[in-house]
């Protein structure tokens, strides 16, 4: 199989890129993203028809937040698109006439990831992606699992405290409430109004208020060695090097891939993590440790996987 | 190949088992336990010798408490046995003349419920053992996942408490400790403690006091009822449960199994297990719910699967 | 000195009443609460005016939401109406031309029933007020213990579970957020949409939703034995005894005192206290119980003690 | 009244100790501790028949670990000796003819720091003891708070984290688990056993494994620097802290005191326990900010204020 065409939905804009085989994306086509489901769909095939346009392709693989089935052709349930049930994979199949796979956006970007990213070489990976929340994937014996119903490698709502704070999801104590963009971003707020005097840099990037702080003022004021913005990434370490550990005790696998927004920071944040995942791992001494590495693709990992995903088949 | 032989150390004694290809056990050699590592070893030789006597036998699987390399031939470290790095597969190999597995022995129960037990039909399960601590194994796509280091599904140590309990690992908050044999009777004992007027049937079945409390005695005191037995089934399982939750966002198996000690007492602790897990299953409306299964055969688990490991090569 | 005036500010209304020197109300006026700060004192002064008119009066008190300052004459801030620095007494004194002493309400409701209430005969007594949120008062050696600044007694806010939910204090995990009328709410509708079949009661006296539960539906399908309901009781007595544990850990007192709207289930809620209460007291074998008792005024405390208060001087 | 003797029960010696009215020890007499709670009571009295030979003494002040009962005479309970409802007082009155008073050490502690150290000018302070455990004292309106039944300011024994470690009064999450001498050292070994490479200079100081690392060690290496010894006493700090702002949502006092051995180490622990208590306090921006002093008597503290208090009778 040759080229294939790679989806990533995203809130503001949805990408189709023609991928070829060694994951080098070739063209980019983007449209704005559209507000209602049927708006999308549509999107969804526009941005493929042009990707198609100029080259022979022969499938297309779709990275879709939320849950996607076991037949990878369903969104079952999406957080941010009111998607219930949605046959996506017939409805583009129908529209654009090629085989579609769609799969979860950051299964699709755990892949893309292991094939071309940081874990090229790996049988056993886990990818984490600390985005505004925390997703990821799971790779074992060079396979994307998916678990049963198609639902697995739900990392971001594990539960790492009992009657802990309340997540979207409705349960409480998710991982992602501690380690992802959202949590960096109440970690600086609370510390810079609890100790102002130490958040000098970090309140000038914004409009001077605690509340004014975004994630981008926390990583430009780390990187100015603000101790607050320091701290917060500190304690978002703290949280996900202690959930890797975890992960290690389970899947045990040879490398662990983080990626996402707050992992752009590099070793800033990756430091502290492989600190926190070294100091929580079970029988440390005994056992070969999983390397834990930084992602390669930033946010192409997803579309590149998306497309790879089509071209297996 | 025919009949292979499983072989389960315990801290009492040791079994070796000629098992055949439906897993029946033909027949089963024991000998105490010895006390020090090479005498571990050289028991093990004899009742696989002993038992390997009147059948033509083609290999033999061992089940091990700790960490076995991935090679399935070193245990590279056991809680309650001096072995370090022990070559135990080839150590016995050269000793009875037949090829021989180790596997962790969570991991060969695990394997032992999926063939020939609760998880017959289903390719991706999750089993847990509740013992005196807690223990497990992963078949994904019909294959036991090891990790690629041999020490995955260490279920009973991922962090489910920050500050936690202190753990025999040297960790805090481990899962064990909440959920466990072990876990069990500290309940006991504290509620017990707390209000004894209430534990009247459970410090009767033992000295009388907390402290004389057993697992036993919590068994027979809530099959006959006593309040502070009961309820610490009830803590029990909600950690139990809670727990498997979290098993089904990283794993989406179709089923859990749950066996060891515990489960014993059957739909009295898997009940509550049940509506414990469907109380923090997250997306519960959306996805389809992994059956939570008694384990199907007890103590044997072990013997059976590590056989069936040994025979599969 | 003969009468008082007590001042109740509610949130929809605000209540003046005549109290004589045990305690009895003895007529009682009440305004609706104005939307702004000056209307709303505005409203204390005529409500004082119309319940001094049939009585010669010799002071004012006044209960009021938020911090107090150590001089019983200025709201430092208050939660729900834009106060800052308010100089209430002064305000007041001048309009009604009588003396006037400002009070936290939660203080003045606990001094309300340790003269006149459940608290009568005991000289050392801390109450918590179970309403929305989480209040109290501490008597110790007969006396109001307000703290060096005023401040005292913010038992809502001690942190109960580190990295817990977010409290609209800004801080995470205090005891209001689990032992409270909300927190009562949230339980039950966790618990409704997680086993909705076991919410039957329940659910069928709001709107059928879980989103839909209110409070006083939580109470009505408790007495009805709804499981849900029941259980939601449970979880928050668990938080409230445990919380009570700790406050007989610090000022060891002879009674406490459970008053607010959670409390008017009675029993129903007090039993599970009380068990929780025993279940954490440390030393419980050696040392002298404190009692738990019900608060015996209702939503008059406040009024009540608020007159005394003013009495004392 | 003019000199009085102070006693202070060390697991080692016990002292006693002629001190005037200005909390200055005139001369010390101590005697090695016997082993049986009979011999312990003749050691008091000699000890105290010893120091009362060159002085006139008016009264004996007796500090003892434990719960003291609301009379100041009989110890009801001693972690360490085998006193259950021992009458100290009447015993020791007996048999050196001077009027005894026994006060919990913690609390007796709290009282020299008030009376002649750190506290001196504070009409509210709070006392905490940062030894190998976790005591206190109480002081409002310039009285030492002993609760309804002499057992009150047990501050160690608050719960911090829920089913959090095990704690020797039968409990789980004590704070005194966290924050204490106990607790360093714990948090020094585990670090080190994790990042061996950052502890060079703690492991260094024992016997190079983490097991033998010692209070003392963690003191001096983090003196020095050493990353893991500096990082424990944070840990320690952020506890300490943390719960210094509960003590504030209760107590509001104008003073916290710190002392016992950890805060021998001075800035180096107490920085960071005011950064956390004021990270933590809720409200900081409207109210007055509780001062958090170091303590200053050292471990004479105990047996001045025993002195002291028997002065006051």
């Not at 526009?46 to 499938?59: P, Q, S, W, Y």
């Not at 049963?148 to 802990?164: L, Q, S, T, W």
């Not at 102002?196 to 430009?220: M, N, Y």
Request: hydrophobic fraction near 40%; charge should be negative.
């Amino acid at each position: 199989m040759g080229l294939t065409i790679g989806v990533d939905i995203g809130g503001t804009k949805i990408a189709a890129g023609v991928v070829d085989e060694a994951g080098t994306i070739l063209e980019t086509h983007t449209v704005a993203t559209p507000s209602t489901p049927d708006g999308i769909t549509d999107a969804i095939c526009a941005a493929v028809g042009n990707a198609a346009e100029d080259h022979t392709v022969d499938a297309v693989g779709i990275g879709a937040a939320g849950y996607v089935d076991d037949k990878r052709a369903t969104v079952i349930f999406a957080p941010n698109i009111d998607w219930r049930h949605e046959p996506l994979k017939d409805k583009v199949e129908q529209r654009v006439g090629l085989p579609v796979v769609v799969e979860n956006d950051a299964n699709a970007a755990a892949w893309g990831e292991y094939r071309f990213g940081a874990g090229k070489g790996h049988e056993d990976v886990i990818c984490i992606t600390l985005g505004t929340g925390l997703g990821g994937g799971i790779i074992i014996g060079n396979k994307l699992r998916r678990g049963r119903f198609g639902v697995a490698a739900e990392f971001g709502h594990i539960r790492v405290v009992p009657d802990g704070l309340l997540c979207g999801c409705g349960s409480q104590g998710c991982w992602e409430q501690y380690a992802s963009g959202r949590a960096l971003v109440r970690y600086a707020r609370q510390r810079a109004a609890a100790t102002p005097e130490s958040a000098g840099i970090l309140l000038g990037l914004g409009d001077g208020t605690p509340e004014g702080i975004q994630g981008r003022h926390v990583s430009a004021a780390a990187r100015q060695g603000d101790p607050v913005a320091v701290d917060s990434f500190r304690e978002l370490a703290r949280w996900a090097g202690a959930g890797l550990a975890d992960l290690a005790s389970l899947f045990d696998p040879s490398a662990f891939i983080v990626g996402g927004g707050v992992s752009d920071e590099g070793e800033l944040v990756l430091g502290p993590i492989r600190k926190s995942f070294r100091r929580w791992l079970i029988g440390a001494q005994w056992r070969p440790h999983a390397q834990v590495l930084a992602a390669q693709l930033g946010n192409r990992a997803g579309l590149v996987g998306a497309a790879d995903l089509a071209r297996q088949g």
